[in-house]
């Protein structure tokens, strides 16, 4: 067991840690399987808030084993993932998925998270520059 644990803090805990993110989700990717949201964040370190219904999932231990393959993903990858508040949505049949798979397929979604994210950092920087640099003239 890995000492290194994914601590409250890089959690989304309350109905008001969610609400900005369902409200004003700035990037989304999805599959078949999950609907990824996020959006800037005013914590100190990035956090995920995981929303997996039972109504797509129907058993306690599937829903807990995708639960705990999404925590350890964001664990694992939480130093390359940006100020962002993500929260993710289970869709059907997630369950069926194999483990390897699973693990793939939350990669790639934390992946295009990240790339949209460095995308739209780049461009807020250059408007940024632009706008010093006619300051200036």
């Known amino acids: ?25 700035r990037y989304k990717v999805s599959n078949k399987h999950f609907l990824f949201l996020a ?3 005013q ?10 219904a039972k109504k797509h999932i129907s ?6 084993r995708l639960k705990r393959a999404l925590r350890e993903a964001f664990r694992l990858r939480q130093a390359n993932i ?13 369950d069926k998925l194999p483990p390897v798979e699973l693990r793939s397929m939350i990669n790639k979604l934390i992946d295009d998270i990240i790339t949209r994210e460095a995308r739209d ?3 807020k920087d250059k408007k940024a ?3 010093q640099e006619t300051l200036h003239k």
């Open 82 to 94: 940006p100020l962002i508040d993500i929260v993710v949505l289970a869709r059907k049949d997630a």
């Open 121 to 123: 950092t780049k461009e």
């Open 39 to 41: 959006t800037a964040s």
């Open 1 to 25: 067991m890995s000492t290194e644990a994914l601590p409250k803090t890089a959690r989304l805990l309350s109905a008001r840690d969610y609400k900005p993110v369902f409200d004003q989700s």
């Open 43 to 52: 914590a100190r370190r990035p956090r995920i808030g995981l929303v997996i």
């Open 129 to 131: 520059t632009r706008q």
């Open 59 to 64: 058993k306690a231990v599937q829903r807990n």
